[in-house]
């Protein structure tokens, strides 16, 4: 490519383009032998030299091109350049052929429904047939395209060459993707299309910028995964500095013969990890783990608990007489669930 670029350097992308065109003509009158061979490999150079250094929007002569290769790689379902690739040589041989012996029937109708068609170009491009309209065929509404009348030379080539185009198009796609996947950087081939359609250089080139930029991105996601597992850990520290956890519990009166419980929200400050499956109450301004009692006068359930349940019947025997901080909760009863 560096000598592509310095022989080139004087001279305007006109004149590039016009070596283009006096190359892919005498590509076309040349007939099919060894010669044609090396012909074609010489195009396929020049053209990705000229791909290197162009514009996206000027790659093609055809908008028809431009819009089939666009929409191939953002619609097509599994698209890979490999077989897209394979839809423009098709598209380019049937170009060639109608170019070279334009008085075959069988170049002149085309039947869309047929196997090569299905499998060379339907399967691997989206809105082909606008490319063979640009040709100068119809599409009839029995999926077939007609020519009709003589044709047009310059249309003609105008689609061989931009198929040839957009087949080196792909081939470049395939080297980036292939450089990608040798540095064990993962990629997808709208990626890729989407850094052709903003970016000017060679396939080299392009897989160092999207390496560089593949890595970037990587390092950005692993500090905000960093940066969330360091706030999740300071909060963790944080609540558990003094070894205490918090829980807030609704508030709640208790009453007893001769004594009345001011009413509180309670907040117990146990350690949560000690006792799980506990809920704890506060009673006369002293924290209490929370075994589940009943006031006798009251009749009411203070707490839930995952272990006790309060008795609706008074009368059966008590499992707990004192609690912790000596408060008598002898009318209290109990039973295990």
């Given at each position: 490519?560096?000598?592509?670029?310095?022989?080139?350097?004087?001279?305007?992308?006109?004149?590039?383009?016009?070596?283009?065109?006096?190359?892919?003509?005498?590509?076309?009158?040349?007939?099919?032998?060894?010669?044609?061979?090396?012909?074609?490999?010489?195009?396929?150079?020049?053209?990705?030299?000229?791909?290197?250094?162009?514009?996206?929007?000027?790659?093609?002569?055809?908008?028809?091109?431009?819009?089939?290769?666009?929409?191939?790689?953002?619609?097509?379902?599994?698209?890979?350049?490999?077989?897209?690739?394979?839809?423009?040589e098709a598209i380019s041989?049937?170009?060639?052929?109608?170019?070279?012996?334009?008085?075959?029937?069988?170049?002149?109708?085309?039947?869309?429904?047929?196997?090569?068609?299905?499998?060379?170009?339907?399967?691997?491009?989206?809105?082909?047939?606008?490319?063979?309209e640009a040709m100068g065929?119809?599409?009839?509404?029995?999926?077939?395209?007609?020519?009709?009348?003589?044709?047009?030379?310059?249309?003609?080539?105008?689609?061989?060459?931009?198929?040839?185009?957009?087949?080196?198009?792909?081939?470049?796609?395939?080297?980036?993707?292939?450089?990608?996947?040798?540095?064990?950087?993962?990629?997808?081939?709208?990626?890729?299309?989407?850094?052709?359609?903003?970016?000017?250089?060679?396939?080299?080139?392009?897989?160092?910028?999207?390496?560089?930029?593949?890595?970037?991105?990587?390092?950005?996601?692993?500090?905000?995964?960093?940066?969330?597992?360091?706030?999740?850990?300071?909060?963790?520290?944080?609540?558990?500095?003094?070894?205490?956890?918090?829980?807030?519990?609704?508030?709640?009166?208790?009453?007893?013969?001769?004594?009345?419980?001011?009413?509180?929200?309670?907040?117990?400050?146990?350690?949560?990890?000690?006792?799980?499956?506990?809920?704890?109450?506060?009673?006369?301004?002293?924290?209490?783990?929370?075994?589940?009692?009943?006031?006798?006068?009251?009749?009411?359930?203070?707490?839930?608990?995952?272990?006790?349940?309060?008795l609706s019947n008074f009368?059966?025997?008590?499992?707990?007489?004192?609690?912790?901080?000596?408060?008598?909760?002898?009318?209290?009863?109990?039973?295990?669930?």
């Open positions: 490519m560096a000598d592509y670029i310095i022989s080139n350097e004087f001279k305007t992308m006109e004149e590039i383009w016009d070596d283009l065109l006096r190359l892919h003509w005498d590509y076309l009158d040349t007939e099919e032998n060894m010669e044609k061979l090396k012909m074609r490999r010489k195009l396929e150079d020049e053209l990705k030299d000229f791909l290197s250094i162009v514009q996206h929007d000027r790659k093609f002569f055809l908008t028809e091109t431009a819009h089939v290769f666009k929409q191939s790689v953002l619609r097509l379902d599994q698209f890979s350049a490999y077989k897209a690739l394979m839809g423009f041989q049937y170009a060639n052929n109608l170019f070279r012996k334009p008085w075959r029937k069988e170049y002149r109708c085309i039947k869309l429904y047929s196997g090569y068609y299905q499998h060379e170009v339907k399967a691997n491009l989206i809105d082909a047939e606008k490319m063979f065929y119809t599409l009839l509404p029995n999926h077939t395209l007609i020519l009709e009348g003589p044709i047009c030379p310059d249309q003609v080539t105008n689609v061989s060459r931009d198929a040839v185009i957009a087949y080196c198009e792909c081939q470049i796609m395939k080297q980036i993707f292939q450089g990608l996947i040798a540095m064990q950087l993962q990629t997808t081939w709208q990626e890729i299309f989407e850094f052709r359609e903003t970016h000017i250089g060679s396939a080299s080139q392009a897989i160092k910028s999207m390496a560089y930029a593949i890595e970037k991105r990587r390092q950005r996601k692993e500090r905000q995964y960093d940066g969330i597992h360091a706030a999740a850990v300071a909060a963790d520290r944080s609540s558990h500095s003094s070894g205490m956890g918090v829980y807030h519990q609704p508030s709640c009166s208790l009453q007893n013969t001769g004594n009345i419980y001011e009413t509180y929200t309670m907040v117990n400050r146990y350690p949560l990890p000690a006792f799980p499956d506990h809920h704890y109450s506060q009673i006369g301004g002293t924290i209490e783990r929370g075994e589940h009692f009943v006031d006798t006068n009251m009749g009411t359930c203070c707490h839930q608990n995952s272990h006790y349940e309060c009368n059966s025997r008590s499992l707990m007489q004192k609690s912790k901080n000596g408060a008598d909760y002898s009318n209290c009863n109990f039973q295990s669930k």
